[in-house]
Antibody, heavy 123, light 107 residues
Framework: EVQLLESGGGLIQSGGSLRLSCAAS????????MSWVRQAPGKGLEWVSG????????YYADSVKGRFIVSRDNSKDTVSLRMNSLRVEDTAVYYC????????????????WGQGTLVAVSS | SYELTQPLSVSVAMGQTARITCGGN??????VHWYQQRPGQAPVLVIY???SRPSGIPERFSGSNSGNTATLTIYRAQAGDEADYYC??????????FGGGTKLTVL
């Protein structure tokens, strides 16, 4: 059974940094791209960042480019999101999602999701 | 950047057919995927590549895509189908793009 377990969320002041982690199990982690998707309170889904199966290709939404860094450790089956210079508008539940394929592309869908971790940024 | 437009809400009588649209420039040339998100839960993939259903998704869920509009159709709507639904595509300028979401109410 595929499982994704996020951790690392919490309350942080504006301008601060936080590192989210996602522990994967139940599948061959090094065969799938991974991604982060967030959802602000009462709002829709917003894709944040992703990376291919071995981490040498990364993708970022314009809203986080230059502030967030995505990485993975295939020896530990984990993907991380380092979030710097946090803003109030980054407040959201952050979901880790498995991508159905080794990289992004038109066929790449989010076929499994974690339960999310809440990041709250205060001013 | 590529944009996807969904209606904020759709209502359907129980047992009837619900249609949720997703508009985008020449979206018919893209692969469209749909997610269901029940209150307090993580999203679930219900349709991928326009028309395919993952295992475990009822046949009542169907998708189509042509021109500037993709459509998620839910036949014989049930109370358990009440949820937010999001369309999603891949675009070279923005990688993964989501629509704004549609709240489905089953009356």
């Amino acid at each position: 059974e595929v499982q994704l377990l996020e951790s690392g969320g919490g309350l942080i002041q504006s301008g601060g940094s936080l590192r989210l982690s996602c522990a994967a199990s139940g599948f061959a982690f090094n065969r799938n791209a991974m991604s982060w998707v967030r959802q602000a309170p009462g709002k829709g889904l917003e894709w944040v960042s992703g990376l291919n199966y071995n981490g040498d290709t990364t993708y970022y939404a314009d809203s986080v480019k230059g502030r967030f860094i995505v990485s993975r450790d295939n020896s530990k089956d984990t993907v991380s999101l380092r979030m710097n210079s946090l803003r109030v508008e980054d407040t959201a539940v952050y979901y880790c999602a498995r991508v159905s394929g080794v990289a992004g592309g038109s066929y790449a869908v989010f076929d499994y999701w974690g339960q999310g971790t809440l990041v709250a940024v205060s001013s | 950047s590529y944009e996807l437009t969904q209606p904020l809400s759709v209502s359907v009588a129980m047992g009837q057919t619900a249609r949720i649209t997703c508009g985008g420039n020449n979206i018919g040339s893209k692969n469209v995927h749909w997610y269901q998100q029940r209150p307090g839960q993580a999203p679930v993939l219900v349709i991928y590549r326009d028309t395919s259903r993952p295992s475990g998704i009822p046949e009542r869920f169907s998708g189509s895509n042509s021109g500037n509009t993709a459509t998620l159709t839910i036949y014989r709507a049930q109370a358990g189908d009440e949820a937010d639904y999001y369309c999603q595509v891949w675009d070279s300028s923005t990688p993964w793009v989501f629509g704004g979401g549609t709240k489905l109410t089953v009356l």
